[in-house]
């Protein structure tokens, strides 16, 4: 039986290690964290994405954890409403869209895989410095740890780097790539614990390209306090350039941001309370890649964010990472010959993930309504239909699904 290496223990790779082991590989997981902690803040997992998730016995652990989304909402500057629509099973998907706590999720596929290949076979402190392949096997060198210890080398059939954005896996066969490519905003995040708005189980997001703001709640269920923890990510554009990658993730003054978004106090949600009620919270510049044309080499390919880190809008990042999962254990499956099988989830998911780096860099997906009611109306409007025409409404949402591959979360 093939004996798979994955760098990486984020969302993709533990996804991807629970796939292969369902289908009979043997996985082993290492981590370049010292330790694999619950660390991160919201995100929303799309049907399509949580249809993979209960394949591999999640279903009953992200009902509890997360909050089924049953609407999003697009709005402009002024608090008016462009768009809305129903979203997982209230729009009829067999799945629900799961907005989660990111390190909680991490934490579910963490005891899943530690059950399904067994706990010594995923190892923190092993932090990729590089491998070398030959015609039957992959070599992984870590490097050393605080102590100036090595851990030994370790041999497989094949690698998949699931090291996220700054992927060592990548960077060896794209050494001149460089950092990241910002796109001029800053993106701070935050928890807060608030009052529910709306239905209590609504997403919204409220402004345009250069400045934007996104609240959804992130648990399931109201609190004996009456409140619910909501996840923030406000976002504006700095004229700086992309702040230095030690910088990524710092705190972040919290009132300094509520600061930012003080007018935009609409009758159905004062964003700057929101903001300001937060302990904490986190900067990030807004990054991606361009496309690559290649994620399969020989026997080792890329997946998740170290094959297509994309811009956060439409919400599909990690998302797509989990779809990778199948699509990858799957070739793997349908092949002996595990070269031809990394080809062959290549041939499958990169043409599609090109598509969609594309479309959230340059329209940001489906927000693209934002975008559009801004330049038309910037005062804003009495109906938006005055604005943008109901085609252009309905077009934005329909063509991102499409091009996310929504559609599998329906049978
Ligand atoms: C503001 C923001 C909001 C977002 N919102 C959403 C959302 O709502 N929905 C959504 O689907 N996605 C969202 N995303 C994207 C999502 O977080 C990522 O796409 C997803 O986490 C990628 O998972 P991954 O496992 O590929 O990479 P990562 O989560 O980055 O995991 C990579 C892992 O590899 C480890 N690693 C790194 N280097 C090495 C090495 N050399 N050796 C060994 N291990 C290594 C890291 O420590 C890490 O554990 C958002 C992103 C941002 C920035």
């Not at 250069?210 to 269920?221: C, E």
Request: aromatic share 8%; with cysteine; proline share 6%.
């Amino acid at each position: 039986m093939l004996r798979v290496l994955i760098s990486g223990a984020g969302i993709g790779g533990l996804t991807a290690a629970l796939h292969l082991a369902r289908r009979g590989f043997e996985v082993e997981v290492f981590e370049a964290a010292p330790e694999i902690r619950e660390l991160g803040l919201g995100i929303n997992i799309q049907p399509h994405g949580v249809r993979e998730l209960v394949a591999i016995g999640l279903e009953d652990a992200i009902a509890r954890g997360s909050c089924a989304v049953a609407k999003l909402a697009y709005f402009n500057k002024h608090g008016q409403e462009i768009w809305h629509e129903p979203r997982g099973r209230d729009a009829g998907y067999r799945y629900q869209q799961a907005a989660i706590n990111r390190g909680r999720l991490q934490g579910m596929l963490l005891e899943a895989a530690s059950a399904a290949l067994g706990g010594d076979r995923i190892h923190a402190g092993h932090r990729l410095e590089r491998f070398e392949q030959s015609d039957n096997q992959v070599i992984l060198h870590f490097a050393a740890g605080p102590d100036g210890q090595r851990p030994a080398p370790r041999r497989g059939d094949i690698l998949v780097g699931a090291d996220g954005i700054h992927s060592v896996v990548r960077k060896s066969f794209y050494p001149n790539e460089g950092l990241p490519k910002f796109g001029g905003q800053i993106m701070w995040r935050g928890i807060s614990r608030v009052r529910p708005f709306f239905d209590g189980r609504t997403m919204i997001m409220a402004g345009h390209r250069d400045k934007k703001v996104v609240v959804y709640p992130v648990d399931a269920g109201v609190g004996d306090d009456g409140l619910i923890n909501v996840n923030w990510v406000a976002e504006d554009t700095i004229t700086d350039s992309m702040p230095p990658r030690e910088d990524w993730n710092r705190e972040a003054s919290v009132p300094g941001v509520a600061a930012r978004f003080v007018d935009w106090r609409f009758p159905w949600l004062d964003v700057p309370a929101v903001l300001a009620a937060a302990p904490t919270c986190y900067e990030f510049p807004k990054v991606d890649r361009d496309p690559v044309a290649q994620w399969s080499f020989g026997r080792v390919t890329l997946l998740g964010d170290a094959a297509h880190p994309m811009h956060p809008a439409g919400s599909n990042g990690a998302t797509q990472a989990i779809i990778d999962a199948p699509a990858l254990a799957d070739s793997l499956v349908a092949d002996s010959d595990p070269v031809a099988a990394l080809r062959t989830y290549q041939d499958k998911r990169l043409p599609v993930l090109a598509e969609l780096v594309r479309i959230n860099r340059e329209k940001m997906g489906p927000e693209s309504v934002m975008i559009l009611a801004e330049q038309r109306a910037p005062n804003g409007f009495t109906n938006v239909l005055d604005v943008l025409t109901q085609e252009e409404l309905d077009s934005a949402s329909n063509a991102y699904k499409t091009a996310v591959g929504a559609e599998r979360a329906r049978g």
